[in-house]
C-alpha cells in the first residue's frame, strides 16, 4: 500500500539537544537519564505524563549541578538547547503536500521550538497533553485521526524501535533513523521522505 502520510518522533529523529553546555554537564545529563535515586525513580518514568512532574524531576537533578537549576531547565525546553538534523527542514518542505504530525514523548511543549526555527507540521501530539506514552499505540491512533488517514497509509519514523515501533501495533509502517550527533547524520530524513508519496 502507498505511504500517504508521515509522522516523526521529535528528539534524536527530527531535532537533537546540543549546546556547549550540555557537553560540559555531560556526566550530570547522562545522570538525569538514568536516576540513580530511587526516590525519583517512579517520576521519572512518569515524567512525559506530565509537565508539572518533568519539571520537579530535572529540577531536582539539576539542582546540585548548576547555580540557577530553575533557568537552566528552561533553557533546556526552549530553541536554544535543540538543533535540527541538516535535512529536517528540506524533509518538512519535500513534505509539504502530505499530512505530517509529530508523536513525542515529551513532558513539555515542543511547539516554540518548531516556530522557532519556521518548520511546520500539521499536528503535534506530546505524550503529557494526551496523557499516554510511547509506544502506547493509542497516542498514534489519534495522531493518525487528527491528520485524516489510514494508519495502513501512514509511515512512522524514529530512533526508537521499541517506542516509535509501536505504531505498528495499529497498522503503520516504521523506518528507525539512528540517534546520532547531527552532524554525523545529514540525509538520513531525506532518504525515507523520498519514499512518501506526495
Same mark, same amino acid.
Given at each position: ?80 538547547? #535543540? /538543533?535540527?538534523?541538516?535535512? *529536517? ?5 519535500? !513534505?509539504?503536500? +502530505?499530512?505530517?504530525? =509529530? ?72 523506518? #528507525? /533513523?539512528?540517534?546520532?550527533? *547531527? ?5 538520513? !530524513?531525506?532518504? +525515507?521522505?523520498?519514499? =512518501?508519496?506526495?
Amino acid at each position: 500500500m502507498t505511504i500517504r502520510a508521515a509522522l516523526f518522533d521529535f528528539s534524536g529523529t527530527l531535532f537533537r539537544m546540543e549546546h556547549p553546555e550540555i557537553t560540559e554537564l555531560g556526566d550530570v545529563l547522562r545522570a538525569v537519564t538514568t536516576p540513580d535515586d530511587p526516590r525519583l525513580k517512579a517520576a521519572w518514568e512518569q515524567r512525559d505524563l506530565d509537565a508539572d512532574q518533568h519539571r520537579y524531576v530535572f529540577h531536582t537533578l539539576l539542582r546540585d549541578a548548576v547555580d540557577d537549576h530553575e533557568t537552566f531547565y528552561d533553557r533546556m525546553c526552549s530553541a536554544e538547547f #535543540w /538543533v535540527p538534523y541538516p535535512d *529536517t527542514a528540506e524533509t518538512l518542505e519535500l !513534505l509539504k503536500n +502530505v499530512p505530517t504530525a =509529530i508523536v513525542s514523548n515529551m513532558g513539555f511543549d515542543i511547539r516554540p521550538i518548531l516556530q522557532a526555527h519556521d518548520m511546520r507540521v500539521d499536528e503535534v501530539v506530546l505524550s503529557y497533553e494526551e496523557g499516554m506514552i510511547k509506544p502506547d499505540p493509542r497516542i498514534f491512533k489519534i495522531a493518525c485521526e487528527r491528520l485524516g488517514v489510514n494508519p495502513e497509509e501512514t509511515l512512522m519514523v524514529g530512533d526508537s524501535e521499541e517506542a516509535d515501533g509501536g505504531a505498528i501495533q495499529i497498522g503503520c509502517r516504521f523506518q #528507525w /533513523v539512528e540517534q546520532l550527533p *547531527t552532524g554525523d547524520r545529514p540525509d538520513a !530524513l531525506l532518504a +525515507v521522505a523520498r519514499t =512518501i508519496s506526495v
